[in-house]
């Protein structure tokens, strides 16, 4: 099962850095940076 979790890092990066740490050790996690671009439909379905 696929996980999703929506992420804003705003200043330093560090949420964007603890986030890259933890879908090195799982791979079923996609992460999407919610000021980078629109959830589209296709991010949704996973």
């Known amino acids: 099962m696929k996980i999703a979790i929506v992420y804003y890092s705003s200043h ?3 949420t ?3 986030l890259d740490a933890v ?3 799982n791979h079923d ?3 999407i ?3 980078a671009s629109p959830i ?5 379905r996973l």
């Not at 589209?40 to 949704?44: D, F, G, K, L, S």
């Open 12 to 14: 330093h990066g560090n």
């Open 16 to 18: 964007k850095r603890l």
């Open 23 to 25: 879908c090195a050790e």
């Open 29 to 31: 996690i996609v992460l």
């Open 33 to 35: 940076n919610a000021a």
């Open 40 to 44: 589209t439909e296709r991010a949704v």
